[in-house]
């Protein structure tokens, strides 16, 4: 079982910018992917980009390319996703999701470990 924890979400005014965290303590994810997905009120949970954690090659959908940013820490337990320029259409709860295959994928099927969740807010 992988446990992943969720923090940085929060509220912040259009332009601006949060940065996500998604942390396994105790783990090491040297051959893992990773994925960030997003769901508004009322649509489908959506993939917005992912990791290959042994690479680090990101992925990422074309609504948040050149403004989001996926990364991870040196000690490979910990992903983040770093948003900058942020619109009110970025509004959502957001999810990290982790599989041990070894590229991300865009289906939340592919993934079995989620996090709990964050809310991000981007009043206009």
């Known amino acids: 079982q992988v446990q992943l924890v969720e923090s940085g979400g929060g509220l912040v005014q259009a332009g601006g910018s949060l940065r996500l965290s998604c942390a396994a303590p105790g783990r090491i994810f040297g051959s893992y992917s990773a994925g960030w997905f997003r769901q508004a009120p009322g649509k489908e949970r959506e993939f917005v980009g992912g990791?290959?954690?042994?690479?680090?090659?990101?992925y990422y959908v074309d609504n948040v390319k050149g403004r989001f940013t996926i990364s991870m820490n040196n000690a490979k337990n910990t992903v983040f996703l770093q948003m900058n320029s942020l619109k009110p259409e970025d509004t959502a709860v957001y999810y990290c999701a982790v599989t041990s295959n070894r590229e991300p994928n865009h289906s939340s099927s592919y993934y079995p470990y989620w996090g709990q969740g964050t809310q991000v807010t981007v009043s206009s």
């Open positions: 990791i290959n954690w042994s690479s680090g090659a990101t």
